[in-house]
């Protein structure tokens, strides 16, 4: 089976709630405080033996003048980090749901309500009339097919790189 796909079965639901705790993050994106800022550039680094030729009043000066731009900078790189693992999570999440919907509908429905939708083999069993050898072997074709999917994409992008 291929490994991504491998992981996207497995990790499917955590993938989505990071996603969605994500958009919830920019949503709401504050950032660090001037305070915090200020602070972590107060606190007294030991970078091996020196000899102390600052006082505490250079020490504020130079705070005062590069805090804020400082401050811009960490909330602009945190703010892009955020940006950048969420467009990488729907990217995933997207091809994902993409490939179930390419799959046969009865195979399609099933993996989307196991997958998906967290049902219980058992309640597959009931929902889709079916014996658990036979949401077994659904589930089996289905992974074969995806898996299918996932090399013929890894084959297309690694054609792209090559030529």
């Not at 949503?27 to 606190?43: C, R």
């Not at 000066?61 to 602009?76: F, G, K, L």
């Not at 179930?100 to 939708?117: C, H, S, V, W």
Request: glycine share 2%; aromatic share 8%.
């Amino acid at each position: 089976m291929n490994r991504q796909l491998e992981k996207m079965l497995k990790n499917y639901p955590a993938m989505v709630r990071e996603r969605d705790s994500l958009a919830h993050q920019i949503a709401h994106f504050k950032g660090l405080t001037a305070e915090e800022v200020i602070e972590s550039m107060y606190t007294p680094r030991m970078d091996g033996e020196r000899v102390q030729t600052s006082n505490i009043s250079d020490k504020t000066a130079q705070i005062a003048m590069t805090y804020q731009e400082r401050m811009d900078r960490i909330n602009r790189e945190w703010y892009e980090h955020l940006e950048k693992r969420m467009m990488y999570l729907s990217t995933e999440l997207d091809s994902f749901e993409s490939a179930l919907n390419t799959l046969p509908e009865r195979q399609a429905a099933i993996m989307k309500d196991m997958i998906i939708g967290g049902v219980t083999w058992d309640a597959l069993c009931v929902i889709h009339h079916l014996s658990r050898t036979m949401i077994a072997k659904y589930r089996r074709r289905a992974i074969e097919r995806l898996s299918e999917i996932y090399d013929q994409n890894e084959q297309i992008a690694a054609d792209y790189l090559l030529s």
